[in-house]
Protein backbone atom coordinates (compact mmCIF):
# COMPACT_ATOMS: atom_id res chain seq x y z
CA UNK A 1 0.00 0.00 0.00
CA UNK A 2 1.25 3.58 -1.18
CA UNK A 3 2.04 5.43 2.63
CA UNK A 4 1.05 8.96 1.99
CA UNK A 5 1.92 12.02 3.65
CA UNK A 6 -2.30 12.54 4.84
CA UNK A 7 -2.16 9.33 6.29
CA UNK A 8 -1.70 11.05 9.69
CA UNK A 9 -4.64 13.66 9.30
CA UNK A 10 -6.17 14.89 12.31
CA UNK A 11 -9.71 14.65 13.44
CA UNK A 12 -11.24 18.25 13.58
CA UNK A 13 -13.75 16.80 16.11
CA UNK A 14 -11.43 15.54 18.28
CA UNK A 15 -12.24 15.87 22.12
CA UNK A 16 -9.41 16.94 24.61
CA UNK A 17 -9.13 17.05 28.61
CA UNK A 18 -6.46 17.98 31.04
CA UNK A 19 -5.50 16.46 33.90
CA UNK A 20 -3.28 17.38 36.72
CA UNK A 21 -1.52 14.31 38.42
CA UNK A 22 -0.03 13.66 41.54
CA UNK A 23 1.38 16.19 44.66
CA UNK A 24 2.94 17.83 42.20
CA UNK A 25 -0.28 18.07 39.55
CA UNK A 26 1.74 17.27 36.70
CA UNK A 27 -0.09 17.74 33.75
CA UNK A 28 -0.80 15.10 31.18
CA UNK A 29 -3.17 16.22 28.13
CA UNK A 30 -5.79 13.32 26.94
CA UNK A 31 -7.18 13.57 23.40
CA UNK A 32 -10.01 11.34 22.33
CA UNK A 33 -10.41 10.32 18.77
CA UNK A 34 -7.17 12.10 17.88
CA UNK A 35 -7.03 11.21 14.26
CA UNK A 36 -8.88 11.19 11.35
CA UNK A 37 -8.76 7.40 9.94
CA UNK A 38 -7.71 4.72 12.44
CA UNK A 39 -8.28 2.24 10.03
CA UNK A 40 -6.48 3.35 7.48
CA UNK A 41 -2.93 4.09 10.20
CA UNK A 42 -4.05 0.57 11.45
CA UNK A 43 -3.62 -1.11 7.80
CA UNK A 44 -0.43 0.55 7.17
CA UNK A 45 1.52 -0.42 10.37
CA UNK A 46 0.47 -3.46 9.99
CA UNK A 47 2.88 -3.87 6.88
CA UNK A 48 5.47 -2.07 8.17
CA UNK A 49 8.89 -4.43 9.19
CA UNK A 50 9.61 -3.72 12.90
CA UNK A 51 13.10 -4.53 14.30
CA UNK A 52 13.99 -4.38 17.92
CA UNK A 53 17.35 -3.44 17.65
CA UNK A 54 18.67 -1.13 20.23
CA UNK A 55 19.41 2.05 17.69
CA UNK A 56 15.83 1.91 17.06
CA UNK A 57 14.09 0.70 20.31
CA UNK A 58 16.37 1.36 23.24
CA UNK A 59 14.65 -0.39 25.92
CA UNK A 60 11.26 -0.02 24.89
CA UNK A 61 10.31 -4.14 25.68
CA UNK A 62 9.10 -4.23 21.77
CA UNK A 63 9.49 -3.80 18.34
CA UNK A 64 9.42 -0.09 16.19
CA UNK A 65 9.24 0.75 13.03
CA UNK A 66 9.26 4.09 10.90
CA UNK A 67 7.64 5.62 8.02
CA UNK A 68 9.48 8.42 6.69
CA UNK A 69 6.63 10.93 6.56
CA UNK A 70 6.82 14.25 8.05
CA UNK A 71 5.41 14.43 11.73
CA UNK A 72 5.50 18.24 11.62
CA UNK A 73 1.54 18.61 11.36
CA UNK A 74 0.98 16.36 13.96
CA UNK A 75 3.46 18.00 16.59
CA UNK A 76 1.83 21.07 15.62
CA UNK A 77 -1.35 19.78 16.44
CA UNK A 78 -0.07 18.39 19.53
CA UNK A 79 1.75 21.69 20.63
CA UNK A 80 -2.17 23.33 20.43
CA UNK A 81 -3.41 20.87 22.34
CA UNK A 82 -0.64 20.75 24.96
CA UNK A 83 -1.03 24.69 25.42
CA UNK A 84 2.55 25.97 24.08
CA UNK A 85 4.80 24.69 21.45
CA UNK A 86 6.64 21.61 21.19
CA UNK A 87 9.72 20.78 19.20
CA UNK A 88 10.87 17.20 18.03
CA UNK A 89 13.59 15.90 20.02
CA UNK A 90 15.07 13.62 18.16
CA UNK A 91 15.93 14.71 14.40
CA UNK A 92 14.50 14.01 11.53
CA UNK A 93 11.49 13.19 13.48
CA UNK A 94 9.76 9.95 11.64
CA UNK A 95 6.42 8.70 12.55
CA UNK A 96 7.75 5.88 14.82
CA UNK A 97 5.20 2.92 15.66
CA UNK A 98 5.60 0.53 17.91
CA UNK A 99 4.53 -2.94 18.66
CA UNK A 100 4.83 -5.27 22.10
CA UNK A 101 3.78 -8.51 22.07
CA UNK A 102 3.37 -10.43 25.63
CA UNK A 103 3.68 -13.75 23.98
CA UNK A 104 7.59 -15.61 24.82
CA UNK A 105 8.30 -12.47 26.47
CA UNK A 106 11.15 -11.82 29.14
CA UNK A 107 11.03 -8.02 30.73
CA UNK A 108 14.70 -6.58 31.97
CA UNK A 109 15.11 -5.07 35.25
CA UNK A 110 14.78 -1.39 33.48
CA UNK A 111 11.69 -3.07 31.70
CA UNK A 112 10.17 -3.55 35.41
CA UNK A 113 10.46 -0.61 36.83
CA UNK A 114 9.08 3.13 36.03
CA UNK A 115 11.38 5.18 33.50
CA UNK A 116 11.69 9.02 32.47
CA UNK A 117 12.31 9.87 28.94
CA UNK A 118 13.74 13.28 27.88
CA UNK A 119 11.46 15.77 28.40
CA UNK A 120 7.31 15.78 26.98
CA UNK A 121 6.01 11.95 25.69
CA UNK A 122 2.79 12.07 23.19
CA UNK A 123 2.00 8.62 22.60
CA UNK A 124 -0.91 7.74 20.83
CA UNK A 125 -3.14 4.41 21.28
CA UNK A 126 -4.12 2.39 17.67
CA UNK A 127 -5.42 -0.72 19.01
CA UNK A 128 -9.25 -1.27 18.26
CA UNK A 129 -11.58 -1.32 21.76
CA UNK A 130 -11.71 -5.29 22.13
CA UNK A 131 -7.91 -4.96 22.42
CA UNK A 132 -7.85 -2.20 24.43
CA UNK A 133 -7.02 -2.78 28.18
CA UNK A 134 -4.34 -0.83 30.70
CA UNK A 135 -2.51 2.02 29.37
CA UNK A 136 0.46 4.17 30.66
CA UNK A 137 0.84 4.50 34.57
CA UNK A 138 2.16 7.67 36.36
CA UNK A 139 4.10 6.82 39.10
CA UNK A 140 5.93 8.37 42.41
CA UNK A 141 9.06 6.63 44.17
CA UNK A 142 8.46 5.95 47.39
CA UNK A 143 11.50 5.76 49.18
CA UNK A 144 12.22 9.92 48.26
CA UNK A 145 8.51 10.58 47.80
CA UNK A 146 9.74 11.86 43.74
CA UNK A 147 7.48 11.90 41.25
CA UNK A 148 9.65 13.28 38.93
CA UNK A 149 13.21 13.86 37.87
CA UNK A 150 14.49 17.24 36.68
CA UNK A 151 16.82 17.92 33.43
CA UNK A 152 20.10 19.02 34.33
CA UNK A 153 20.90 21.78 35.38
CA UNK A 154 19.64 21.10 39.29
CA UNK A 155 19.16 24.26 41.40
CA UNK A 156 19.07 24.20 45.08
CA UNK A 157 15.64 25.11 45.22
CA UNK A 158 14.69 21.82 43.48
CA UNK A 159 13.56 18.68 45.34
CA UNK A 160 15.70 16.71 44.12
CA UNK A 161 19.01 18.90 45.07
CA UNK A 162 17.09 19.03 48.70
CA UNK A 163 17.14 15.15 48.78
CA UNK A 164 20.67 14.57 48.27
CA UNK A 165 21.56 17.99 51.00
CA UNK A 166 19.59 15.06 53.30
CA UNK A 167 21.68 12.42 52.57
CA UNK A 168 24.58 13.74 52.44
CA UNK A 169 25.57 13.36 48.80
CA UNK A 170 27.88 15.48 47.21
CA UNK A 171 26.31 18.17 44.86
CA UNK A 172 28.64 16.17 42.14
CA UNK A 173 26.16 14.22 41.23
CA UNK A 174 24.62 17.06 39.58
CA UNK A 175 27.47 18.40 37.44
CA UNK A 176 27.11 16.33 34.42
CA UNK A 177 25.30 13.68 32.92
CA UNK A 178 27.31 10.87 33.74
CA UNK A 179 27.15 11.85 37.52
CA UNK A 180 23.01 12.39 37.39
CA UNK A 181 23.02 9.18 35.42
CA UNK A 182 24.96 7.52 38.18
CA UNK A 183 22.87 9.38 41.42
CA UNK A 184 19.72 7.93 39.19
CA UNK A 185 21.21 4.24 38.93
CA UNK A 186 21.55 3.98 42.48
CA UNK A 187 18.80 6.13 44.66
CA UNK A 188 16.18 5.97 42.35
CA UNK A 189 16.69 3.10 39.65
CA UNK A 190 18.02 0.61 42.18
CA UNK A 191 17.33 -2.63 40.79
CA UNK A 192 16.17 -3.52 44.13
CA UNK A 193 12.50 -1.47 43.51
CA UNK A 194 11.66 -3.17 40.45
CA UNK A 195 8.91 -5.11 40.37
CA UNK A 196 9.14 -8.89 40.85
CA UNK A 197 8.92 -11.72 38.35
CA UNK A 198 8.36 -11.01 34.60
CA UNK A 199 5.87 -8.17 35.27
CA UNK A 200 5.57 -4.74 34.34
CA UNK A 201 5.56 -2.33 37.78
CA UNK A 202 1.63 -1.84 36.65
CA UNK A 203 -0.19 -1.58 40.36
CA UNK A 204 2.96 -0.81 42.40
CA UNK A 205 5.16 -2.28 44.31
CA UNK A 206 6.23 -1.55 48.07
CA UNK A 207 8.79 1.21 46.08
CA UNK A 208 7.11 2.48 43.42
CA UNK A 209 2.81 4.11 44.08
CA UNK A 210 0.27 4.27 41.42
CA UNK A 211 -0.91 7.89 40.92
CA UNK A 212 -2.61 7.70 37.77
CA UNK A 213 -3.58 5.32 35.10
CA UNK A 214 -3.89 6.97 31.27
CA UNK A 215 -6.27 4.23 30.51
CA UNK A 216 -5.46 3.29 26.70
CA UNK A 217 -8.19 3.78 24.34
CA UNK A 218 -8.38 3.40 20.42
CA UNK A 219 -7.30 6.64 18.83
CA UNK A 220 -6.10 8.53 21.95
CA UNK A 221 -3.47 10.66 22.52
CA UNK A 222 -1.67 11.46 25.72
CA UNK A 223 0.85 13.53 25.89
CA UNK A 224 2.52 13.89 29.59
CA UNK A 225 5.38 15.14 31.54
CA UNK A 226 7.88 12.35 30.97
CA UNK A 227 9.66 13.46 33.51
CA UNK A 228 7.45 12.01 36.01
CA UNK A 229 8.03 8.80 36.47
CA UNK A 230 5.90 6.31 34.17
CA UNK A 231 5.38 2.89 32.40
CA UNK A 232 3.32 0.98 30.41
CA UNK A 233 0.99 -0.81 32.19
CA UNK A 234 0.46 -4.02 30.53
CA UNK A 235 -1.14 -7.39 32.12
CA UNK A 236 -0.72 -10.57 29.96
CA UNK A 237 -4.14 -10.86 27.96
CA UNK A 238 -5.00 -10.47 25.27
CA UNK A 239 -1.22 -9.27 24.10
CA UNK A 240 -0.37 -12.98 24.10
CA UNK A 241 -2.79 -12.74 20.71
CA UNK A 242 -2.68 -9.41 19.29
CA UNK A 243 0.18 -6.78 19.14
CA UNK A 244 -0.71 -3.78 21.65
CA UNK A 245 0.18 -0.97 19.12
CA UNK A 246 0.76 2.78 19.25
CA UNK A 247 2.75 5.83 18.36
CA UNK A 248 5.55 7.48 20.21
CA UNK A 249 6.67 11.24 19.83
CA UNK A 250 9.58 12.32 22.08
CA UNK A 251 9.15 16.31 22.21
CA UNK A 252 11.05 18.91 24.01
CA UNK A 253 9.69 22.74 25.10
CA UNK A 254 13.06 24.01 24.31
CA UNK A 255 13.90 24.38 20.88
CA UNK A 256 17.79 23.70 20.69
CA UNK A 257 17.83 20.03 22.40
CA UNK A 258 17.33 17.77 19.70
CA UNK A 259 19.33 14.97 19.17
CA UNK A 260 19.81 12.51 15.86
CA UNK A 261 18.60 8.66 16.30
CA UNK A 262 15.56 7.96 18.18
CA UNK A 263 15.90 5.12 20.32
CA UNK A 264 14.62 5.86 23.96
CA UNK A 265 12.46 3.45 26.31
FE1 LIG B 1 8.51 6.64 28.32
Redesign the pocket.
Known amino acids: MEISDDLLEINPNLQSQVAYVGKGKHKAVLVDNFYKDLEKILQATAKLSYTDHYDLTGNFPGARAQINISTQPVIDAISKLWGSQLYSFFQPQLAVFQALTTRDYRLNIGQRAP?I?PDI?ALIYLNPEHSCTGGTALYRHRPTGLERLPRLPITPDQEVWQLAERLELSNEFFQTEEGYENFQRSMIFNPLFAAKGNNYINDGNEFWELLQLVEMKPNRLAIFD?RVF?SQYIKEDPYDKVFRMNQIIYLTAEQNTMRTGSSL?
Open positions: HDTAHA
